[in-house]
Nanobody, 126 residues
Framework: QVQLVESGGGLVQAGDSLRLSCAASGRTFSSYAVGWFRQAPGKEREFVSAINWSGGITYYADSVKGRFTISRDDAKNTVYVQMNSLKPEDTAVYYC???????????????????WGQGTQVTVSS
């Protein structure tokens, strides 16, 4: 198993940047693909981005493509998402999630992920 803890959320203005971190403990982190999801009040959890076990393949939702960048540092057991040009519609609780490295990152459904963090709030004011 792997335990995930997100950090880096906060209150920012439109156009600002934030970097979220997802720190993992437990089983070897490089055995997992990792995804970021977000959930705004009254809305379903939606896919944001994912990275495969090696870091060589990344995948983004259309809504964040070109603004967000996902990366991983397995030496630190951490996955990051750099969020630039933030918009008020990016406001949500952001979650990281992990699944076995054999699972494709192109399956972006929350159900395809086995382990979840507790989430970190990102609020973007206009």
């Amino acid at each position: 198993q792997v335990q995930l803890v997100e950090s880096g959320g906060g209150l920012v203005q439109a156009g600002d940047s934030l970097r979220l971190s997802c720190a993992a403990s437990g089983r070897t982190f490089s055995s997992y693909a990792v995804g970021w999801f977000r959930q705004a009040p009254g809305k379903e959890r939606e896919f944001v981005s994912a990275i495969n076990w090696s870091g060589g393949i990344t995948y983004y939702a259309d809504s964040v493509k070109g603004r967000f960048t996902i990366s991983r540092d397995d030496a630190k057991n951490t996955v990051y998402v750099q969020m630039n040009s933030l918009k008020p519609e990016d406001t949500a609780v952001y979650y990281c999630a992990a699944k076995d490295y054999t699972r494709t990152i192109y399956d972006s459904t929350p159900a395809s992920y086995h382990y979840w963090g507790q989430g970190t709030q990102v609020t973007v004011s206009s």
